[in-house]
């Protein structure tokens, strides 16, 4: 097994760049600790890749973050059941007093080895496997109604530096134990604690489309009704996105939820590309076919609060614009122009609070579904330039500029668009950072 350095070494490696886990960390630790990530992780993982959990678990705790993770152990469960000759499928008979004995004893079972496992890799883990959600006898079969959830476990937890781990078990006012499952059980206490993200780990990883290609951010104001109506969508994806549409729709509009694996998790939190399926609340996006339909005022106010300096006089008369897309809100904007064959990105603006929504993200999503070719140029040192790199297809820098293309064939289609960007003049009274130029 591999020492604590070694793995944590291994991780970072795994991410790509420092400074972009550098960049999340700083997010992250200026976040109440109890507010930071709600893990929900099913009994399959435990029972087939604990060590991988462990491990990933292991790494927030060694940068100093501190997630609440909820357990299920649904296979291990069943098992134990039918070994004794108990139908797992019927609700009574797992009331009966040797069920609920059966139930404590696979629950604090699972618990401890997760536990045990982190303590082996050297991070600190509290076994809580009752006392947090209070919950009521639903009707037979039905799901179990969970009434109230009971942080101070979790707090005390937290304080003294040790993760949280939660088995997926309630109980009833007289004290009858009750399993929740894990879905239900993180949507409860994500509920509670209003986390800036919940993540929801499975062995499959990220949610796919028919062509078994990732899924990677869902925007539900936009993608939500589209997706739900799919024909290739899983009952069980399908399932999981209304559970999530239906939480978020409840919480701050910065908490977001992830779907992804175990050894991809420090990735899903860490890069900007992510590993899985980022879900956000989101806002509609617009697109509009030209300025004419745009309020002119709002933009100029989004690209001066972006940009720090207002666009020239005569932006709106000189530019020939091809495409302007407009979050609802007008928090994000990117603006395309008409430059020849390739579509020009003469703006990309997001501000601080829609980047926090993953505002962003949804914006650039639509960009790409629309805009097979695009070509843009940002200044050199600009801090937003890692993540354009990540959407770009390649880039080429001189001077003061950077362009980025993607989609474009061709070294001569290439060239063209290289020095189009850099012989265009600026179009902002003078040069900021933070936005595409």
């Not at 980047?355 to 579904?369: C, K, P």
């Not at 001189?398 to 850099?422: K, N, P």
């Amino acid at each position: 097994m591999l020492s604590t350095h070694a793995l944590i070494v291994k991780l970072l490696r795994s991410l790509g760049g420092r400074k972009e886990v550098e960049q999340y960390l700083k997010q992250f630790s200026e976040i109440d600790q109890r507010r930071f990530a709600v893990i929900k992780v099913g009994g399959g993982l435990l029972a087939e890749d604990l060590e991988s959990l462990a491990s990933s678990l292991m790494f927030l705790h060694q940068v100093g973050l501190t997630p609440v993770v909820v357990h299920g152990a649904g296979p291990q469960l069943a098992a134990t059941l039918a070994a004794e000759g108990i139908d797992a499928g019927d609700y009574a008979q797992r009331s009966s007093p040797r069920a609920l004995e059966l139930v404590r004893r696979v629950f604090r079972q699972e618990n401890l080895r997760l536990v045990d496992m982190l303590e082996e890799l050297g991070a600190r883990g509290r076994p809580i496997v009752g006392g947090v959600f209070e919950a009521e006898l639903g009707s037979e079969g039905g799901e179990v109604p969970i009434v109230r959830v009971h942080a101070e476990a979790i707090e005390s937890s937290i304080r003294a530096g040790s993760l949280p781990i939660l088995a997926s078990l309630g109980e009833t006012a007289s004290g009858q134990i009750l399993d929740l499952g894990p879905d239900a059980a993180t949507v409860a206490l994500a509920r509670q604690l209003g986390p800036f993200k919940i993540m929801f780990l499975r062995a499959a990883g990220g949610l796919r489309d028919e062509c078994g290609d990732l899924l990677s951010a869902i925007n539900l104001a936009e993608d939500y009704e589209l997706l739900m109506a799919e024909p290739w969508m899983s009952p069980a994806s399908r399932h999981k996105l209304a559970l999530v549409h239906e939480l978020l729709a409840e919480l701050p509009r910065t908490s977001s939820v992830s779907i992804t694996s175990p050894e991809l998790l420090a990735r899903e939190l860490f890069t900007h590309k992510g590993s899985g399926t980022l879900i956000r609340r989101g806002e509609r996006v617009v697109r509009h076919d030209g300025v004419a339909t745009v309020d002119r005022q709002r933009l100029t106010e989004l690209l001066t609060t972006a940009f720090g300096r207002a666009p020239v006089t005569d932006y709106f008369e000189a530019k020939k614009f091809f495409r302007i897309y407009l979050a609802d809100s007008y928090r994000a904007a990117a603006i395309l122009t008409d430059e020849g064959p390739v579509p020009y990105l003469d703006k990309y603006a997001v501000t601080r609070e829609a980047q926090g929504e993953g505002i962003g993200g949804s914006l650039w999503q639509r960009l790409a579904r629309d805009n097979p070719a695009l070509f843009w140029r940002s200044r050199v040192e600009n801090p937003v330039n890692p993540w354009y790199f990540q959407r770009a297809d390649g880039s080429f820098s001189s001077g003061d500029w950077t362009v980025f293309w993607y989609g474009v064939e061709g070294f001569a289609a290439i060239q063209a668009c290289v020095e189009r960007a850099l012989a265009m003049p600026p179009t902002l009274a003078a040069h900021s950072l933070g936005a595409t130029e």
